[in-house]
């Protein structure tokens, strides 16, 4: 049945994407991974990067994965969603405390090394080599939102770029097999020679 305020073929459409085996199975497996987590956040579907993006929009000031982990663990009564996101939240403290150059290295010895191609805590979209691989560290902690909006933005548009060649090879690729077929239709028949060739002449 399709919910109020969505129109007809919008919700045709997202079930037909929904009911697809491979999304399916991907769906089925993110469940099982946020299953696995044994420190959920309360951010609910909003990524860390967006809501470090809004915090600092708000309040006018830099926000560190440090200080975002803090707050995306509390609950609205600011109590910590369990005992080990607290344990977590202070170890990170107690490693930054007296240098707030060495954010990073205090989330990381908590946390362990980053995996490649992906910076724990900043979400989807932003890569070590793009925040850590800067001169200074503070440029790298005060990237926030505009690095994450300029790797979406890169990515959308090769993904368009990539679009626009496929549709115009496929349109080449169709004038090419239409040309061929028209070719073989008004090209002269080879082989034997007809009978009539063989014909004596007096």
């Known amino acids: 049945r399709c919910p109020n305020g969505i129109e007809k073929h919008e919700w045709a459409a997202f079930l037909t994407y929904r009911l697809k085996p491979e999304n399916q199975e991907k769906a089925a497996k993110n469940a099982a991974n946020r299953a696995k987590q044994t420190i959920p956040h309360t951010l609910g579907t909003m990524t860390y990067a967006r809501f470090k993006h809004l915090l600092e929009s708000d ?5 560190t994965r440090g200080d975002i982990y803090g707050i995306s663990h509390k609950r609205s009564d600011g109590t910590f969603i369990n005992a080990e996101a607290q344990k977590k939240s202070e170890e990170l403290e107690t490693h930054r405390q007296g240098n707030s150059s060495l954010n990073d290295d205090a989330y990381i010895a908590v946390f362990g090394k980053e995996h490649p191609g992906h910076v724990r805590g900043m979400g989807f979209g932003v890569v070590p080599s793009k925040y850590l691989g800067r001169s200074s560290r ?18 959308n548009a090769k993904i368009r770029a990539l679009e626009e060649q496929v549709a115009t090879l496929t349109q080449q690729f169709a004038l090419y097999s239409r040309g061929s077929q028209v070719s073989d239709m008004d090209a002269p028949t ?13």
């Open 59 to 63: 309040d006018g000031r830099k926000y």
């Open 138 to 155: 503070t440029q790298a902690l005060t990237s926030g939102g505009n690095d994450v909006r300029q790797e979406l933005d890169a990515s």
């Open 190 to 202: 080879r082989g034997r020679p007809s009978s009539t060739s063989h014909e004596t002449q007096d």
